[in-house]
Every structure is written in C-alpha cells, then in structure tokens.
C-alpha cells in the first residue's frame, strides 16, 4: 500500500497530465456528435449572457431597433409574398379543377433574431442567436439574412439558440439552379467564406455564369426559391456523371446582424411521415 | 507566489479569456491569421510552479475558451500540451541553472533575443496543435500550415506588444 502511495505520489504530475489529455479528447471526440448538450455549446446560460452583454455594447442602439423593425417588416413580407405564391399556385391548379375552395393554410412563417456569436474562422462554424425555445424556435429550423441563407438551428436552449452556419464542413443543402430542376448539394469546403460549391450537378444541366442558386425545397427547413448563391464557374469533379459548381454566397457572414428562423406548421406533419418511411422499410 | 501575484495572473487570466472570445476569435486577417492571445498566461508563469498546477491552469484557460467557441476540446488539448512542453522549450533556449529554475519567462528576465524565440517557439507550437486537432485532416495540411504560420508570426507580434506594456520605462534625467 505504502509502496502504491509512494509510486502516486512520484509520478502524480503524470497522472494529472494523463487525466487532462484524456479528458480533452473525451471531450474533443463527444462535441462531434450533433446532437450535443446546451450546456457545452455557445447557448448556454453563461456564454450567451456575456455575448449578449457584449453585443449591447457594441451595438448602435438605435440603429439596431430601426434595422429590427425593418427586418420584421421584411420577414411579414416575406412570408405574405411566399403565402401569395403558394396560394396563386394552389389556385391555378384549383382553376384546372374547376374548384371553388381557393383558401389555403399559410405555411411559413418567420421569427427575427439578433446574431450574438458568430465564427467564420474554423472548419466548423456555428451562430449563436438571442431566440430560443421560449419563441418557438426548434432544431432543424432554417434561418436566412436579408440576402440568402445562413444555416439551419442545431440547439435551441430556452432563450438562445445555436445555428450550425452554411460555413461548416459538415452540413450540406439541397439547392437548385433558379427556374431549372436541376438539383444539387451545397457544401462548404472551408477557407474562403464567400465562396461554397454546389456538387452532384447532372452532367446535363445547362448553366451560365452568373446564373442564381436558390433552395430546393425538399426540406421543411427552407421553402424553395430562397437565395443562396450566383454560379461563379465550373471546377473540376472526380465524377463523370455529375459536376461541381463554384458559387458565390449571396450572404455576408462577416457581418451577420439580424436574421430569421422560418417556421414550417408542416414540419411535424412531414417529419411523421418520414418515421413511417422507415417503419415500413423495417 | 505571493496572493498579489495570484491575484494578477488571475485577473490577466481573465482580460485575455475575454479579449479573445469577444475580440480575438473574429479577427482573420486574409483568411489566414488569427491572433492567440490567451495563451499568454501559460506562457508567463513561473518555472517554478508546480507541474500539476500548470497543467490544470493549462487545461482550464482551453476549456473556458472551446465553451465560448464551439470547438470543445480543442484548445484544452493544446493547452495542456503547451503546458507540458513549456520548460522543454524554455530549457532550450536558456541554461539550465538555479538561477533560471525559478526565473518568472519575461523579457528583463530573460533578455530580449531568448525571450522571442522562447515566444516564437510557443506560439509556433500552440497554432500547429490547435489548428491539427481541428482540421483533423491530412487533406487540409496546406490549410493547417499556412494557418498556423499567419497565426503564429500575428499573435507573436501582439503578445510582445503586450509584454512591451509591462516593460518599466527609463527614468529620463
């Protein structure tokens, strides 16, 4: 026993150098996973607090009301302009139909929000905006700038939440070429923050430079026809069936202030279809 | 150390956690350097200060950083590195006698020319590990590098403006 306490005792630095590398790698291993406690990301209570006393500093007051009461002007617009289209298509087919019922539900909706945290540096990169729970703000949830999309919402603690940004390696978007079907993957390769790539493009798909990329909608996080991107060029791709686009992001993420999280009253309705996909695959 | 001297590691702990969650953390300069200020504190303690001490103080400065910054693990793995190859680097640059075994790492201390390479060395070694660690990747080893030589020879310039603040100025007649 004397001997252990002694041998402890002797090499107890190593042991605490040990337990603190061990412990780093726990930890640098588990923060992989999506699906991450609050507390061990930006939108906890303390983080959150002290970026958003930092924002009040920062802020121009008045600026940032008058840039606030425009932004939610703009996302009502928004979302009648969305709810208009939906319904003028809804009514053309209903036409077709000889249908009087030309009422339909309004499906999206939005919710501003001031960015208090926001990187742009690493590999991966997240936001932190001061809405959470408490304003209905679930994960999966996208959320856009006045210009184009910023990413979709990963945590969402009970007044703040965390959004994993377009900026991050690992998060990819379905988008389209604007007024084509031609369908593809946004992703990210890290570097340049203005610049993403749009993969798995049919080799059959007609493009021009400057051509805009919107979202494809097949996500309840995104109704289609949001901006994202102008085609740049063509880069080389190592499969021949598909090719990759360089686009440029319509979106500065250098500078993100205020945006909004779009809310789908489907969601939960195309979310359970999807667990029946996979219950009857089973 | 005496409670005074606790206190202003403590407090300097502090300024330079917040000046690079709030500050630091959004500086990229040509998308490539960004300055490391926190690691000052690891980089100034004593020698003589217990290893384990080292390793805890090490480890806590990168927790509390990678809780601001989304990057869990990262900068607590690096630090407690940096910490355990702090008097290696040191000792390189230094003789090894009684007189430096309880020196505190600062310019009038060490001397102007070994104090940059011991700083150069460290910060050299903390942006490679941390930007490794992140990356993850041997595909990015370009990006890891070119990363970790802007963000070096950034945060080198402005720990030693920050060490030039502590340098007393010469009495003028």
């Not at chain 1, 430079?209 to 060029?233: C, H, I, K, R, W």
Request: with cysteine; aromatic share 10%.
């Amino acid at each position: 026993m004397r001997n252990l306490l002694n041998f402890i005792i002797k090499y107890g630095t190593w042991f605490v150098f040990t337990f603190y590398v061990l412990l780093s790698c726990v930890l640098l291993v588990s923060s992989n996973a999506y699906q991450q406690s609050v507390y061990l990301t930006s939108a906890n209570v303390v983080s959150s607090s002290v970026y958003g006393a930092a924002t009040n500093v920062t802020g121009y007051f008045d600026l940032r009301s008058i840039n606030e009461s425009l932004q939610k002007r703009n996302a009502s617009l928004e979302s009648e302009v969305l709810n208009l289209k939906s319904q003028l298509a809804q009514c053309m087919v209903m036409l077709d139909n000889n249908s009087a019922d030309l009422r339909r539900e309004k499906r999206f909706d939005f919710v501003s929000a001031s960015v208090i945290n926001n990187s742009i540096r690493h590999p991966r990169n997240y936001l932190t905006i001061d809405r959470g729970r408490k304003d209905g703000i679930e994960p999966g949830m996208g959320v856009v700038d006045q210009n184009g999309i910023v990413g979709i919402v990963n945590v969402a603690g009970d007044n703040t939440a965390r959004v994993i940004s377009l900026l991050n390696e690992t998060q990819h978007f379905s988008v389209k070429l604007k007024g084509t079907l031609f369908i593809g993957s946004l992703a990210w390769r890290g570097g340049d923050p203005t610049i993403a790539y749009m993969e798995e493009v049919p080799r059959h798909a007609q493009y021009h430079a400057g051509d805009t990329v919107v979202t494809s909608g097949y996500s309840t996080a995104f109704p289609e026809g949001m901006q994202v991107g102008v085609v740049l060029n063509r880069v080389k791709s190592t499969d021949d069936n598909f090719f990759i686009l360089k686009i440029r992001l319509l979106s500065n993420f250098k500078g993100l202030s205020t945006v909004r999280i779009i809310k789908d009253i489907y969601r939960q309705e195309v979310d359970s279809l999807k667990t029946f996909d996979n219950i009857t695959e089973k | 150390m005496t409670g005074k001297e606790v206190f202003n590691y403590i407090a300097l702990s502090i300024v330079l956690l917040l000046a690079q969650v709030l500050i630091c953390n959004h500086i990229v300069l040509f998308n490539l350097a960004m300055p490391i200020v926190f690691i000052y504190v690891i980089i100034r303690l004593p020698v003589n200060l217990g290893m384990s001490m080292l390793y805890t103080v090490a480890f806590t400065s990168g927790v509390l950083v990678d809780l601001f910054s989304d990057t869990m693990g990262v900068n607590a793995l690096a630090c407690t590195l940096l910490g355990a190859l702090k008097r290696p680097v040191l000792f390189a640059y230094v003789p090894r006698d009684d007189k430096t075994k309880t020196m505190t790492p600062t310019i009038s201390q060490l001397g102007l020319a070994p104090y940059c390479k011991y700083l150069l060395t460290m910060v050299t070694v903390y942006c490679l590990m941390v930007f490794s660690i992140e990356f993850f990747n041997f595909a990015d080893i370009k990006d890891v590098l070119l990363m970790s030589a802007g963000s070096s020879a950034f945060s080198f310039l402005i720990l030693l403006s920050i060490d030039s603040l502590s340098i007393p100025a010469k009495k003028t007649m």
